[in-house]
């Protein structure tokens, strides 16, 4: 069975930061890509980071951009996010989803996954940012 399992949010003053932690289990974890997405309150679920475990190279999209990095434990089996610089409008539920395959597309000079794209979903961890 595909598990994911997030922590680390919490609440954090603009300008702060946070780092966020995916635990995988179930699957050969060098075979999958892991995003993180994001939903806040009214608006629809968006990606902000994607990596292939078997290369480790990050895809941001550009609102996170030079501001969050993803990286990779792939002997605990487990993705990070820190978030440096953090806005209120990153205020959000955070998800990881992992998917047989890395599925992203690049526009404007950032690349975003698609929700539809990604099979297997952690429970998210709440990110509050004020201002």
């Known amino acids: 069975e595909v598990k994911l399992v997030e922590s680390g949010g919490g609440l954090v003053q603009a300008g702060g930061y946070l780092r966020l932690s995916c635990a995988a289990s179930?699957?050969?974890?060098?075979?999958?890509?892991i995003c993180w997405f994001r939903q806040a309150p009214r608006k629809e679920r968006e990606g902000v980071s994607c990596?292939?475990?078997?290369?480790?190279?990050?895809y941001y999209t550009n609102s996170v951009k030079g501001r969050f990095t993803m990286s990779s434990d792939n002997a605990k089996n487990t993705v990070y996010l820190q978030m440096n610089s953090l806005k209120p409008e990153d205020t959000a539920v955070y998800y990881c989803?992992?998917?047989?395959?890395?599925?992203?597309?690049?526009?404007?000079?950032?690349?975003?996954?698609?929700?539809?794209?990604?099979?297997?979903w952690g429970q998210g961890t709440q990110v509050t940012v004020s201002s």
């Open positions: 990596m292939s475990m078997d290369d480790g190279r990050a």
């Open positions: 179930g699957f050969t974890f060098d075979d999958y890509a």
């Open positions: 989803a992992a998917n047989e395959g890395l599925i992203i597309k690049y526009s404007n000079g950032g690349y975003y996954a698609a929700p539809d794209d990604y099979a297997y």
